[in-house]
């Protein structure tokens, strides 16, 4: 009799998500899957109305990453009205994501994702969350994080008005210049910035990367994939948050196709399984041939790995050298899933060094940050690297800018196709003999927790808040037990 | 000063019951003293704001029956009652860290959850019969900041 296991939902998932595990007579897990809801409700949602409102409403989809969908939709509404903006409007927007980019990711290296590593995979329950990761690294490392995220968050604020839905880009610029007294204050964010990235890498090589435990589990088979990868690069092909061409690469590294935004359409397309809500998005020309990895196939993978594997380098010195050292460890690309957190820590660094360069350049005290739109709208598409991955907006509207038609192609959705084998594969390895334990359950949630994914519905769960219900069904449907 | 948080999210139908509430009483009660912040904020992020704060009342959504009016002040109970709540699971956590952090917790917390049927749906509108009782659920959250119930 086959057993049916549900995850649902998943713990320390921006959004609802369940894993559904089938185990045979043997109770050897024979299918796994990863299911979540629908997003496109909130396209429907944005049909009739002003384009130009769309970085307000679309920054609300999500409280963890408002700042992403603010800044894909501004650059939307740039390429809708034709105008370019300025050169200070185009790096106070860079530092400004930066900003955010730093404080998402050690939100997830401290919180969500970490206490994995931090704390342990198989340490119990009630230990893997921040409360745990501060016990081991220390309340003053503690102390360090929540002061680093108070003052980006703070400083954000005095940028674009509020943090988490920002008032900050228009189309064609932004809505205020910046002063002398907050570019100083920024040199000085900068700065603390790079520190607390030297320091969370530091952190991360003392605790996991010395740890033969944690390694053999990151360079572990049940958690790799050979998949396509994608992200922006600049004009040398070295990793951008903000903005510069989307880049390919397959699985063993070579440049498949490098695309502006614009003519994504002719590179991505989405297919439907009957098993899920979300569309699974994969490369047009090599075809959908299943949940399968390859070269034959065209699922590829967003978020922090994959950009790293899809650049050939990072702008600055810090990061460029933590870049070359992860590569030189695990290979390029390197097709680890749990090599997503070490990624992370070397873009933390990354945006830091990035805000301390911008910060620094006296480009951003012009006072000139908006250029004016004269165009009529028709079609705008704006390109941003969220947290989670690759993120692009795109707009249709009439000519008085109301919108009829909008596609908005999430970080999530675009790692669906990895992510679901990611689940599957964790799971056949682990799961075997009807042995299904908390530790063995969290390992399964660490192959796709390691992708930050976000779901968009609003729910937002965090450690040990949420119970993760199991339910055992037998070959009938019926309901076994449920474990909490 | 006490200060009072009112949360939520304005396209999510009746999640933004928190956020109405708050600014029907933001003028009433800052006139009477308290503190009071309408945020669209979530989790570890309210640490900001209640760190060094000895009274915050946090007014938001709870799924549950439409109007009523829960009172939790104990971590515990915040653990139950919003567990499945659409954004702020993290409150309680948030709590735990602080006390990690020897950061100074509020000696009274208390949550005030306003039951509502649907925190899911994209909308700028909430249900009908959750608009139809705004009114009372207003005084309500204001009786019970003010200590008269």
Partial sequence: MSKEIVIDPITRLEGHGKIVIILDDKGDCVRAFFQVPEFRGFEKFA??????????????????????????????????????????????????????????????????GGPDFIVGPDAPKEERNVVGVIKKVGQEVGLKVIGMRKSIRQMMERIGGKTIHPVFGLPGGISKPLNEEIVKDLKALGDQGVEFAQFTLNVFKDIVLKNKKYLDLITSDAYTHRTYYMGLVDNKNRVNFYDGMLRVVDPNGKEYAKFDVHNYLDYIAEHVEPWSYMTFPYLRKIGWKGLIDGEQSGIYSVAPLARLNAAEGMATPLAQEAYEEMFEKLGKPAHQTLAMHWARVIEMLYAAERIKELANDPDILDQNVRNLPTEKPSVGIGVVEAPRGTLIHHYETDERGVVKRANLLVATQHNIGRISMSVDKAARSLIKGGVVNDGLLNMVEMAFRAYDPCNACGTHTLPGSMPVPIYIYNSNGELLRVIH | MPLILFLGNPIYSDDRIGLIVGEKLKERLEAEGFEVKILEKMGYTLIDYIA??????????????????????????????????????????????????????????????????????????????????????????????????
């Fill in chain 2, 52 to 149: 060094g704060h000895e009274t915050v009342f946090v007014v938001d959504s709870i799924l549950g029956k439409v109007g009523e009016i829960v009172l939790i002040d104990n971590l515990e109970d915040l653990k139950i009652r919003f567990s499945k709540s659409p954004h702020y699971a993290g409150l309680s956590e948030a709590i735990e860290l602080m006390k990690a952090l020897n950061l100074s917790v509020p000696k009274k917390l208390v949550v005030i959850g306003i039951g509502v049927k649907d925190p899911y749906t994209i909308s700028e509108k909430m249900s009908p019969e959750l608009e139809l009782m705004l009114d009372s659920i207003v005084e309500r959250v204001y009786s019970i900041i003010n200590g008269l119930e």
């Fill in chain 1, 47 to 112: 049909e009739g109305r002003h384009a130009e409102d769309m970085p307000q409403i679309t920054s609300r989809i999500c409280g963890v990453c408002p700042t992403a969908h603010h800044m894909a939709s501004t650059k939307a509404l740039d390429d809708l009205y034709k105008v370019d903006p300025p050169v200070a409007a185009k790096k106070i927007r860079e530092l400004f994501y930066n900003l955010f980019m730093l404080e998402d990711h050690a939100l997830h290296v401290y919180i969500l």
